[in-house]
């Protein structure tokens, strides 16, 4: 390459990391100002909620940390069941170091799906085998979200029918028919074909795109998998929304707020919406702010809810770091030690 070919593509990588530092810089200020303005925008100020958080005890610390702990392995029974022969002890590993990264960084999903692939290759799988158990895993805690919001939105009228929320029901309509869609792709593949041409136009304005055979193709990947899977993927599922809604229920109870499981049922719908798009890392602040609005909506003590959901979120946010920056560090230190013959040796 001439020094002329050099210099353009130099600019284009300086380019790229200022923009990529300009949008971890704008992230991390938002997500600050939307934490530190939370108690304002619910009516309450930090020494409110700083006294409601006060009440915690080390003891109820140590029981919502069980809980969570128990949800992520309850959750680590979905991955292992997705990539079959890697452990449940690696889908614990997995999950909360990919977590940890994509909770500092902005968009940083797919920067945690690439280290997770990394670990993947490093014990053996295949990219095939990676790639079918990343869209089954995907499509799982996706749908697990939409269903807990389609479901919250079906109870809304019998719930919540002292609150307005028609104006909130019209405006998530378009979850229960997102749900609706997947299960359709997923049952006729006439419908993957139709969906993937129709991907293909819109994409088309912009880049050529062949999701007409790459939609179906992954259709049949993923009933591949979730054909010897189903079962334990699901009471996987199953048992981590349930137990994230119980470790949401505890952190109010330690913090002595009354609030019902209807009204923390919608909350934790609310949560999982807000999670859908990952404006901060993580959706740090505006999860806080969505969630806290809401509750406080269904009548809630503004000091209270907001506290809860800093606890709430303090475990399924804020932990997932330090944690899974020590496993990662950890599998780094093993990776180092370990010999050439082992990084091949398939997984079995």
């Known amino acids: 390459m001439s020094e002329n070919e050099e210099r353009p593509a130099v600019s284009a990588i300086v380019r790229g990391r200022r923009r990529r530092l300009v949008t971890s810089v704008l992230s991390a200020l938002i997500t600050a100002a939307l934490v530190v303005l939370l108690p304002r925008a619910v009516g309450a100020t930090w020494t409110q909620v700083g006294a409601v958080l006060g009440q915690v005890s080390a003891g109820s ?25 890697l452990t449940k002890r690696r889908g614990l590993t997995l999950n909360l170091t990919g977590s940890a990264v994509a909770n500092v960084l902005p968009l940083g999903g797919a920067a945690g799906t690439a280290l997770n692939f990394a670990m993947i290759r490093r014990w053996g799988f295949s990219p095939g085998a990676f790639g079918a158990s990343l869209a089954v895993t995907t499509l799982l805690n996706v749908a697990s979200k939409l269903g807990v919001v389609a479901l919250a939105l079906g109870l809304i009228p019998i719930l919540h029918s002292g609150h307005a929320f028609g104006s909130a029901t019209l405006l998530l309509l378009p979850v229960p028919a997102a749900v609706v869609a997947s299960l359709w792709i997923l049952v006729d593949e006439r419908a993957a074909v139709a969906v993937g041409s129709l ?4 994409a088309g304005v912009f880049r050529r795109t062949d999701f007409k055979d790459r ?80 509750l406080v909506a269904l009548g809630g003590d503004p000091a209270g809810v907001a506290a809860g959901l800093l ?25 180092s030690r370990a010999s050439p013959a082992a990084l091949e040796e398939p997984a079995g």
């Open 199 to 202: 991907l293909d136009k819109l």
């Open 215 to 294: 939609l179906p193709d992954l259709r049949r990947r993923i009933l591949q998998v979730m054909r010897t899977g189903w079962q334990p993927m699901t009471v996987g599922m199953v048992a981590y929304v349930a137990l994230q809604l119980a470790l949401l229920w505890l952190c109010f109870a330690v913090l002595h707020v009354p609030l019902g499981v209807p009204v923390l049922f919608t909350a934790l719908a609310v949560e999982r919406l807000l999670t859908l798009v990952p404006i901060t890392p993580g959706s740090a602040g505006v999860v806080e702010v969505g969630t806290t609005a809401a």
């Open 61 to 85: 610390l140590a029981v919502l940390a069980v809980v969570w702990i128990a949800g992520l392995w309850a959750h680590s029974f979905v991955l292992a069941a997705s990539l079959p022969g």
């Open 311 to 335: 606890l709430f979120r303090g475990f399924t946010y804020l932990m997932e770091i330090p944690v899974g920056g020590v496993l990662l560090a950890a599998w780094s230190w093993l990776q």
